[in-house]
């Protein structure tokens, strides 16, 4: 499952950004879906989950309380809502289907799009 992620840019420390997911031609309901992120000379990292139908959500510790992961099966779309953005995270930021309900690895047949960009500057 190959998505396309958009809605990244250029904001100022303590400010908000909503990024946004979406698959062509295939719908997301059935799968556990999150949200990932990679700076240059790091390893993609895990930054939030949702369930297949949205009520029960997880993230990591760095974004935990800040980011809120939603999904808007009907428009076959993950959202990722990021506050109090710091410039640490600044990346490039990808979805992805999980490899499982309360995993942090995605899915083995996820098929990586180009992400967007979000840049926190301080």
């Known amino acids: 499952v190959q998505l396309q992620a958009c809605g990244g840019g250029l904001v100022q420390a303590g400010g908000s950004l909503r990024l946004s997911c979406a698959a062509s031609?295939?719908?997301?309901?059935?799968?556990?879906m999150g949200w990932f992120r990679q700076t240059p000379g790091k390893e993609r990292e895990f930054v939030a989950g949702?369930?297949?139908?949205?009520?029960?959500?997880y993230y990591s510790d760095s974004v935990k309380g800040r980011f809120i992961i939603s999904r808007d099966n009907a428009k076959g779309t993950v959202y990722l809502q990021m506050n109090s953005l710091k410039p640490e995270d600044t990346a490039v930021y990808y979805c992805?289907?999980?490899?499982?309900?309360?995993?942090?690895?995605?899915?083995?047949?996820?098929?990586w799009g180009q992400g967007t960009l979000v840049t926190v500057s301080s």
């Open positions: 031609g295939h719908t997301l309901r059935t799968y556990v």
């Open positions: 949702i369930s297949q139908s949205g009520p029960t959500k």
């Open positions: 992805a289907p999980l490899a499982g309900w309360g995993s942090v690895e995605p899915a083995k047949y996820a098929i």
